[in-house]
């Protein structure tokens, strides 16, 4: 091989892997996977946990609630954060229920099993307060938790 085709062939290849690099590394700033669904784990990075005694995040709704209700949901933290994932999920068998019918700028709804029924961040803008609504389903479905 003579060496302008080398120099060729190892500039596409260094090209092909940065802009794989670069995607990868960008990839979820819009948002967590749908393989994060089921145990809500980030999947995309290692994440270093900092101390709890030094962050905490907490979340505000009403205390009772009736099937199709709307039902206002904030998430406070005590740091800023890029990413989050946000789901309401039935006590009694850990599966999703409801929708969520508001959500707040810098999020996107996400479709785990349902359209609207997991909403996650957009960008990757610093994020400290937010607030949903969340909508109940139309049957009973006792005890939610959101996580």
């Known amino acids: 091989m003579e ?9 596409i290849g260094w090209a092909c892997t940065t ?3 670069v995607s990868y590394a960008a990839a979820f700033s819009h948002g967590a996977s749908p393989s994060a669904c089921i145990d809500m784990m980030p999947q995309h990075m ?17 205390m009772s609630f009736f099937p199709g209700d709307k039902v ?19 006590v009694s068998n850990d599966e999703i229920a409801g ?5 707040p700028p ?22 400290r307060n937010l607030s949903f ?6 049957q009973p479905i006792g005890d939610i938790k959101f996580l």
Not at 106 to 127: A, M, N, P, Q, Y
Not at 133 to 138: G, M, N, R
């Open 72 to 90: 206002p949901v904030t998430v406070r933290s005590s740091r800023d954060f890029m990413g989050f994932l946000l789901q309401a999920r039935k």
């Open 99 to 103: 929708t969520f019918v508001f959500i």
């Open 133 to 138: 609504v969340w909508k109940a389903p139309d």
């Open 46 to 62: 290692r994440v270093q946990l900092h101390s709890p005694r030094n962050n905490y995040v907490t979340l505000h709704t009403n």
């Open 3 to 11: 060496d302008g085709r080398k120099v060729h062939v190892v500039l």
């Open 19 to 21: 802009l794989c690099l």
């Open 106 to 127: 810098g999020s996107k709804l996400l479709t785990c099993f349902e359209d609207g029924d997991t909403v996650t961040h957009s960008d990757k803008s610093l994020k």
